[in-house]
Each structure stands twice: as structure tokens, then as C-alpha cells.
């Protein structure tokens, strides 16, 4: 029998128009599209081996045994692949992050872009890019956006296969960088999956999903063009209204500590001084901080003078998921 493994590495994304809240959760169909860039140099790297003798899915993530609902998300693709590929063998699969789980770091869109890619390969399918990234999403949405390289759009779509990302530009298209400044490396109390399930509470959602369509054209123009100025406008904006939804549903979910507003505060002022940065932050209080590749350096020694930031990671545009062995 052919040896049914394959290793795969890929990116996570910071979304510079945000996925908040979900129409079909069976397939994590978005309630709006949402535009991305990948994070090069932060990886997930997975192993899927479909092994003959094993009664059940096995999942070990940093070294450690994973069971319950992160084990549930993992073999959902599983299934998937599967279906699609007629084996009924359960699997073995080996995920490593290099950098923190859980923080608003999007662990989850890595890690699942790199099981889709692993399993799929690895049960024998040959998948276009567009089939793959449906796939990634049916676990965590924003991993839907892992699989293309670069500046990616994602499709909020209808049906399985309509919900799918799509590169805008290649990784090599605008020397951006993002400087990702960590205040708390603490598994955020309320996951994104959760956050989701709430965000129709709030009276701001259905205001933020009528909008969204003017927020991506103006994101995507300005990242074909690279505008700095239009995108850091509409990158800010995209991600208060966000935070402004999470902050007025029922549960309200803040995810904003005291070194966040700091850091916003001071990227808007530096800006107004003519650097060129703006600020971003997911369900979590890390901020992510875009700038030039040229300014990397002086906006991360800055970043790491505010009160609270414990260390600055650095990423640039990332490629797409890929298969390494
Ligand atoms: O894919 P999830 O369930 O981890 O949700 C991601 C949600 C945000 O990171 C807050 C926004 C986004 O579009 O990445």
C-alpha cells in the first residue's frame, strides 16, 4: 500500500478587513468577505499520516496530546478529505506552532490551512487552490485565507465550494511588514469560534455587514495601488468597527488591555508625525502594526518602549501554503 503522508507549512494572516460573525456554521460560511495578507517567517508546519491499524483520529499540537473540541475541529476536515478521497483510515497528525498559540495571533488559520493542505495530499487528492482553502475553512474561516500566497481575498460565497479565498497580489507586490506587538501571551479567555456565535447580538452588526462591501473595495484598490495613506485609513476604521461590535454584544467581549490603547494611541500619533504606520488588533490585546519593510526596525525598537509590550515579532508578506515533504 502507498504511503499515505505528507508534511505541510503554512502561514497564518492579519486581516486588514475583518470576518466577524458566521450565516452557516455547519460550513463557516462568513457573513461578509474579508482581505488579508499573509505573515511569512510565523508557521504552522503539520504531518497527516492516514495509518492502517488505528481505530481513531489522533491530534498532537506543540507536543502536546490534544482531545475534545480542537481534536473535533481537526477531524471535521479529516472526514472531509476522506469523502472526497474514498479512505475510511483515521489519522495521525503532528502540528507545530513557531510562535504563540491563542493570543490573536491566528493560530487557527495556520494550522487549519496546513491540515486541509497535509491531509489532502496525503490521502492522494490533487486540489486547485480555490478547493483547498473551502476546505481549510470548514474548521476556522480565517484559514481559508492561508491557503493563496500574499494579499488574499476572501469570498463570503453561498455554498461550500462559492466561500473560498483568492490571491489579490503575490507576496513580492508591496514591501509591507507588519510588526506584531505582544502585551499577553495567555489563551484568550473567549475564543473567536465563540465570539462568532454572539457578534448578531450586537445592534452594530447588521450596520458593520452593509458597509463591508465599500470597506473591501476600498481595501483592495489600495493595496493594488499600494496606497498607504487609503489603507491604513480603512484598516483602522474596519478594525474599530469590529472591536465596537465585540465590545456591544451580550456577553460584551473586550479584548483590549490597557498597553492596547496605548499602542493605538501612539501608532495614530506617529502617523500624524509622517510615519507611515497603522494599527490592527483580532480577538486578542496583541496590536499588529503595519508599516514599509523599511521602517521595520525603527517601529519595532519604538513598539518596544511602550509600558506592557514584552517582545515585537516581525513578518512580512508570506507565500501560500505548501507541501515540504
Ligand atoms: O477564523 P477565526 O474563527 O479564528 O476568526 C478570525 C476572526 C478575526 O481574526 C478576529 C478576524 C479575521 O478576519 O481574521
Known amino acids: 500500500m502507498q504511503n499515505l503522508k505528507a508534511t505541510s507549512l503554512a502561514h497564518p494572516n492579519i486581516a486588514f478587513i475583518k470576518y466577524w460573525g458566521i450565516k452557516d456554521h455547519e460550513l463557516t460560511l462568513p457573513v461578509n468577505g474579508s482581505i488579508s495578507m499573509n ?47 474514498k479512505i475510511k483510515l483515521a489519522a495521525k497528525v503532528v502540528s507545530e506552532n513557531n510562535f504563540p498559540t491563542g493570543s490573536g495571533i491566528a493560530s487557527s488559520a495556520s494550522g487549519f490551512a496546513a491540515l486541509a493542505m497535509a491531509a489532502s495530499t496525503a490521502a492522494g487528492l490533487s486540489l486547485e487552490t480555490a478547493a483547498l482553502s473551502s476546505i481549510a475553512r470548514l474548521s476556522s474561516g480565517s484559514a481559508s485565507r492561508s491557503i493563496p500566497g500574499g494579499f488574499v481575498e476572501w469570498f463570503q460565497g453561498e455554498d461550500h465550494s ?35 456565535r454572539i457578534a448578531t447580538s450586537s445592534p452594530l452588526q447588521s450596520a458593520r455587514i452593509q458597509d463591508t462591501d465599500r470597506r473591501l ?18 484598516m483602522e476604521i474596519d478594525s474599530n468597527i469590529m472591536h465596537g ?41 496583541n496590536v499588529h502594526v503595519i508599516c514599509n519593510q523599511d521602517n ?30
Open 39 to 85: 505573515l511569512a517567517g510565523l508557521e504552522t508546519k503539520t504531518t497527516v499520516e492516514f495509518i492502517d491499524d488505528q481505530q481513531k483520529d489522533e491530534l498532537q499540537l506543540n507536543g502536546k496530546e490534544i482531545s475534545g473540541a480542537g481534536l473535533d475541529r481537526v477531524t471535521k476536515i479529516l472526514d472531509f478529505v476522506r469523502l472526497a478521497a
Open 162 to 196: 462559492s466561500s473560498y479565498s483568492k490571491s489579490i497580489a503575490p507576496q513580492d507586490h508591496w514591501k509591507l511588514a507588519d510588526c506584531i506587538a505582544i502585551v499577553n501571551q495567555e489563551h484568550k479567555p473567549i475564543g473567536s469560534m465563540a465570539g462568532h
Open 217 to 234: 473595495d476600498i481595501c483592495r484598490q489600495a493595496i493594488l495601488k499600494k496606497d498607504f495613506t487609503a489603507l491604513a485609513e480603512i
Open 245 to 285: 461590535v465585540m465590545i456591544s454584544s451580550s456577553p460584551s467581549l473586550f479584548y483590549w488591555d490597557p498597553p492596547t490603547l496605548e499602542i493605538m494611541r501612539s501608532v495614530t500619533d506617529w502617523r500624524k508625525d509622517g510615519l507611515a504606520v497603522a494599527y490592527t488588533i483580532d480577538a486578542g490585546p
Open 296 to 325: 521595520m526596525e525603527p517601529v519595532s525598537d519604538r513598539l518596544k518602549t511602550i509600558p506592557g509590550v514584552n517582545q515585537v515579532l516581525t513578518a512580512i508578506p508570506g507565500g501560500p501554503a505548501k507541501i515540504i515533504d
